[in-house]
């Protein structure tokens, strides 16, 4: 597709259980991004990836947030022991290089009951 | 300390009027740049328009301009001729090449939103 797309688009898990969020960029796009919205928090920076690599994990919560990028394409954040807190809506960008402009995906709405 | 500051948790406008989305942004950094993103009740995110910290003109992308006060540090968001589509949410952003961390990094930062409502 033309844009980026992010699977699954909705998401319900128990707590205490693992999740995986993907994000598939736009063809060529060198930079990714993982943002988090939530009601009290807004849009809220989890990672940065130049290919393959992530120069900038500042933004993710805790040990239990991590995420990997292969192939330079698709990337996979992954929450273990979900808490009811990691409810949000997570967000994928993707950019041409570092000074491009950031198109989103659709989003995956994650549910932790 | 926010970086980027939207006073507006709500607006209305009438429909085929102009209205005008505040945004107020801090930096000590001379590159950046400024966006404006529109969410609707769907979820995406979309791109609206982008101004650089060195355009010398205001950017205008069909019926968005944005209008960049570079001593005040605003970079308002003016819709023209507002239709019913345009009610969603509306977020300013900002793009530094160094965060507070001092490293490398193109992240966005966003303000709250403002909602904006279009009635017929």
């Known amino acids: 597709g033309a844009g980026v797309s992010q699977s699954p688009s909705n998401k319900v898990t128990e707590k205490g259980k693992d999740v995986e969020l993907r994000c598939d960029p736009i063809?060529?796009?060198?930079?990714l991004y993982w943002y988090r919205q939530s009601l009290g928090q807004g849009l809220e920076f989890l990672i940065y990836?130049?290919?393959?690599?992530?120069?900038?994990k500042s933004g993710l919560p805790s040990d239990r947030f991590s995420a990997e990028r292969t192939g330079g394409s698709v990337s996979t954040l992954t929450i273990q022991r979900t808490q009811q807190e990691d409810s949000a809506v997570y967000l994928c960008?993707?950019?041409?290089?570092?000074?491009?402009?950031?198109?989103f995906g659709q989003g995956t709405r994650l549910t932790v009951v | 300390a926010q970086k980027i500051t939207q006073t507006q948790p709500g607006m209305f406008v009438q429909e085929k009027e102009a209205v005008t989305l505040d945004c107020t942004y801090d930096?000590?950094?001379?590159?950046?740049?400024l966006f404006w993103y529109k969410q609707p009740s769907s979820g995406e995110m979309i791109f609206l328009i982008y101004?650089?910290?060195?355009?010398?003109q205001n950017a205008t992308e069909g019926r968005y301009s944005l209008n960049f006060q570079k001593a005040r540090k605003s970079a308002n968001l003016v819709i023209s001729a507002s239709q019913l589509g345009d009610s969603a949410m509306y977020f300013c952003?900002?793009?530094?090449?160094?965060?507070?961390?001092?490293?490398?990094?193109?992240?966005?930062?966003f303000g709250k939103g403002t909602l904006l409502t279009v009635n017929p």
């Open positions: 930096t000590s950094d001379p590159s950046y740049g």
């Open positions: 990836f130049q290919g393959n690599s992530a120069p900038d």
């Open positions: 101004q650089g910290s060195y355009d010398q």
């Open positions: 952003a900002m793009r530094e090449p160094r965060g507070f961390s001092g490293g490398s990094n193109y992240k966005l930062t």
């Open positions: 063809s060529g796009h060198t930079a």
């Open positions: 960008a993707s950019s041409p290089h570092d000074r491009g402009v950031a198109f």
